[in-house]
């Protein structure tokens, strides 16, 4: 196949140019084919015939340039006219087809992808634009992607160039990823109806929805009579609609997007009837149908939260019950104190005056003396009895100066009491303060009776609406599980940080000292100044 861009038949009317052309170096244009008739010398014409070889050479040389990019070019690029023959192709495999270069397109493949490249072809002249086929080699048996262009080398000339580039390992990589994604949805379809399997068998009701829509994607027969919504509409639903306050959905999804766990988180739900119903919710996020989904567990602790209702309401009663005692314990001894008290000193009082008028030698003196001790003692231990109802110091300065006295009375030459306190309000319910004062004292007197220690330490803090008491020894402890759960101390402790809604902690070990640790809300104890 020669390379028609340079082929010429002109007559030659010159000798000089009928030499040149016999020679096959030089082709000249019809100007200097003229030139010959214009009676130019033979010098301008030799001049110019060695400038025409010259630029003939340079053509040669390009030719041969460009012929050799073309056939150094990993890809096929050829040139077919309208009848579908190749005019030139770069590289043509002899070792496949060893006929003549001037092939029909067809030759090269089946006849069906023949069909197809020569459509291919026949659209490129029609419409003059690029068109693109894929078809399979006849003998290479190799994928080849074939690009289609309009070429006008000069205006006379219609053909169609072409690249055609072998795409057969893309093809097997796309083949083998389409396998892999074919594999990887039907495994993900196996995991839905895995998942699907496992959530219908399961007496917890569980919903699979859209992540960002709500919309139920899935539901278990338990999350259809959970919410009194019949089965066959589940997917008609958005789990927006299952919440009391749809904000507590929208408060959930922005934990999860922050990637904080919802594990048992209370929330308040609403049926088809309308019925409230407290749920612990456990939400994980998954991939469901091929997109984000949220996965929820609905727990009911309705029974649970009434009961815990029941307990709150149970214990703020015990609660105005220990103030209503605690002010009877108060009026009792108010009552004693300026009543029984008042009348049983008057009458001491008179005896004593008595007893100094009458003299010593009368019948009688040793007995009315008598007497007067015995009142005298009764009324020392109605005193220590009321102190026991309620210390007179914690009725009059509250709880910290109640302590203060305390720890005074009890400091002896050999056994010291260190207290610290830090305590932001100035009175507390009567119960409270009660209950504050027995554990120190009960304590203290534990500290002081079987520590074998010489001194304990006392700290009442407040943090926020908790007060935290410690006492505290470093004697030679004991065993808490061995204790007798008949002595009331210890057990009074633990049963008034329960009962007022705290706890209380008893930590020793032989030798190790004694930690008596209790923590009591605040609560809406504290009374206003």
């Known amino acids: 196949m020669g390379c028609w861009m340079f082929r010429f038949q002109q007559p030659i009317f010159c000798w000089t140019s009928l030499l040149l052309a016999l020679e096959g170096s030089v082709i000249l244009d019809p100007d200097q084919r003229d030139s010959c008739y214009r009676g130019e010398t033979a010098e301008t014409l030799a001049w110019r015939v060695a400038e025409l070889e010259q630029e003939n050479a340079q053509l040669k040389k390009e030719n041969a340039f460009f012929r050799s990019i073309l056939e150094s070019v990993p890809v096929f690029v050829f040139v077919v006219n309208r009848d579908c023959q190749v005019e030139y192709l770069n590289h043509f495999p002899k070792e496949h087809y060893p006929e003549k270069e001037r092939m029909y397109v067809r030759e090269f493949v089946s006849p069906e992808e023949g069909e197809v490249l020569e459509a291919a072809i026949t659209r490129t002249f029609e419409e003059q634009r690029q068109q693109i086929a894929c078809i399979r080699g006849k003998r290479t048996e190799r994928i080849l992607q074939i690009w289609y262009s309009p070429f006008h080398p000069t205006p006379d000339v219609d053909l169609v160039v072409g690249v055609s580039v072998d795409v057969t390992d893309d093809h097997a990589k796309i083949a083998e990823i389409a396998k892999s994604k074919d594999e990887l949805v039907e495994e993900l379809a196996e995991s839905d109806r895995r998942i699907e399997i496992m959530v219908e068998n399961t007496p917890v009701p569980v919903v699979i929805s859209d992540l960002e829509t709500g919309e139920v994607l899935y539901g278990n027969h338990a999350l259809a009579e959970y919410f009194a919504i019949p089965y066959e509409t589940l997917r008609e639903q958005k789990t927006g609609d299952f919440y009391l306050d749809p904000m507590q959905r929208q408060s959930l999804l922005d934990r999860i997007k922050n990637n904080q766990p919802i594990r048992g988180a209370t929330v308040r739900l609403k049926d088809g009837q309308g019925n409230v119903r407290h749920s612990a919710v456990y939400v994980d996020q998954i991939r469901f149908a091929q997109?984000?989904?949220?996965?929820?567990?609905?727990?009911?602790?309705?029974?649970?939260?009434?009961?815990?209702?029941?307990?709150?309401?149970?214990?703020?009663?015990?609660?105005?019950?220990?103030?209503?005692?605690?002010?009877?314990?108060?009026?009792?001894?108010?009552?004693?104190?300026?009543?029984?008290?008042?009348?049983?000193?008057?009458?001491?009082?008179?005896?004593?005056?008595?007893?100094?008028?009458?003299?010593?030698?009368?019948?009688?003196?040793?007995?009315?003396?008598?007497?007067?001790?015995?009142?005298?003692?009764?009324?020392?231990?109605?005193?220590?009895?009321?102190?026991?109802?309620?210390?007179?110091?914690?009725?009059?300065?509250?709880?910290?100066?109640?302590?203060?006295?305390?720890?005074?009375?009890?400091?002896?030459?050999?056994?010291?009491?260190?207290?610290?306190?830090?305590?932001?309000?100035?009175?507390?319910?009567?119960?409270?303060?009660?209950?504050i004062y027995r554990t120190v004292q009960e304590a203290v007197n534990n500290a002081r009776r079987h520590s074998q220690s010489n001194s304990a330490s006392i700290a009442i803090l407040q943090d926020e609406k908790t007060i935290q008491i410690t006492v505290s020894d470093e004697g030679c402890g004991f065993d808490p599980s061995k204790v007798d759960p008949r002595r009331c101390g210890l057990s009074g402790i633990y049963e008034r940080a329960n009962l007022l809604g705290g706890e209380a902690q008893i930590l020793s070990s032989p030798g190790q000292g004694t930690l008596v640790k209790v923590n009591l809300p605040l609560g809406d104890y504290a009374e206003v100044d």
């Open 291 to 435: 997109r984000p989904a949220l996965w929820a567990c609905f727990l009911d602790i309705s029974a649970h939260k009434r009961r815990e209702e029941g307990i709150l309401r149970d214990r703020m009663a015990l609660r105005r019950m220990l103030d209503t005692h605690e002010r009877d314990r108060r009026l009792i001894a108010y009552e004693i104190h300026d009543g029984v008290v008042q009348d049983m000193t008057g009458a001491l009082m008179f005896l004593q005056t008595g007893s100094s008028i009458i003299p010593s030698e009368i019948d009688g003196q040793k007995e009315v003396q008598r007497g007067t001790q015995l009142l005298s003692n009764a009324i020392g231990e109605i005193r220590r009895l009321l102190n026991g109802l309620r210390p007179l110091s914690l009725e009059e300065g509250g709880v910290v100066a109640a302590i203060d006295d305390l720890v005074t009375r009890m400091i002896e030459d050999d056994f010291t009491i260190e207290f610290r306190h830090h305590l932001e309000f100035t009175r507390l319910a009567p119960s409270l303060e009660m209950a």
